[in-house]
């Protein structure tokens, strides 16, 4: 008996189509990967990040409708950038800023503030302008980690701050509703801020990686960015966090 072809797979449109994605930190990492992954599935992105050079290849690239060089964590700066954002816009992720490592008692207030500043006020800041820019039924998506749930000496502000995303997530959910709020939270992920990170110790974190995780490989941008785009296509979810580590968090 001669099997029947399988008949081909249906024709869909790409899941983003027509849509507007704004990256703040997009020059590289996760938020080049996300606004690649949105492009191909067919968004107009919209890039921002703190090196200019940067964040013109990373415009080329995903052919960018605009690009704006600037601090995020600068409110007066962060504030005029969205007002002249055109409108409207269906999803905002928020990558910049970078995790601040050493003993609390080490730090200084400036630096303490500083370190809070990257990890929680960013994304409030970002929320209050979303309110008012993102369309009904888009997104907010945050970026976390899940490193510092294990609290150990040296972590800094870290810990506390990923213990405190998700509760901010779920409580902006509930505020800028029926806009959807997110947050990944990812684990070692193989970007250029884990190489400037480890330095000399990069490939022997991806060896043990390799060894240990469950998914036998290292994660890498590409996969942040499919989780990504799949949370902003999903209307159904808002107020969550989503892990994406490879198995790390089972095997310590």
């Known amino acids: 008996m001669t099997a029947k072809p399988s008949a081909a797979p249906e024709p869909r449109d790409p899941a983003l189509l027509g849509q507007t ?6 020059s590289a990492g996760i938020g080049l990967a996300t606004a690649r992954y949105a492009r191909a599935e067919g968004a107009t992105v919209i890039l921002t990040g703190r090196d200019p050079e940067r964040l013109r290849t990373a415009a080329t690239e995903v052919e960018a409708l605009s690009t704006a060089a600037f601090d995020a964590n600068d409110p007066a700066q962060l504030q005029r950038f969205f007002q002249e954002l055109p409108r409207p816009i269906d999803h905002v992720m928020v990558t910049a800023g970078h995790p601040s490592y050493g003993r609390l008692l ?3 207030s400036d630096q303490a503030r500083r370190a809070i500043s990257e990890h929680m006020v960013l994304a409030l800041e970002v929320a209050r302008h979303a309110a008012g ?21 040296g972590l800094g502000i870290a810990p506390a701050a990923t213990a405190a995303l998700p509760a901010l997530t779920a409580s902006l959910a ?24 480890l330095g000399d110790g990069l490939d022997a974190r991806r060896e043990e990686l390799r060894a240990t995780l ?9 996969d942040v960015a499919a989780l990504a ?17 490879g198995g790390q968090q089972l095997v310590g």
Request: glycine share 12%.
């Open 106 to 108: 080490d730090m200084d």
């Open 214 to 222: 469950p998914i036998g490989r290292v994660v890498v941008p590409a």
């Open 133 to 153: 820019t993102v369309r009904p039924g888009g997104t907010l998506l945050l970026l976390g980690g899940t490193g510092a749930r294990r609290i150990r000496a």
């Open 174 to 197: 509930l505020e800028l509703a029926p806009v959807r709020v997110n947050l990944i939270a990812a684990g070692f992920v193989d970007t250029p801020l884990s190489a400037r990170l």
């Open 21 to 26: 994605l704004v990256v703040i930190g997009g």
């Open 229 to 245: 785009v799949h949370i902003m296509t999903n209307t159904a979810l808002t107020g969550a966090t989503y892990d994406i580590d």
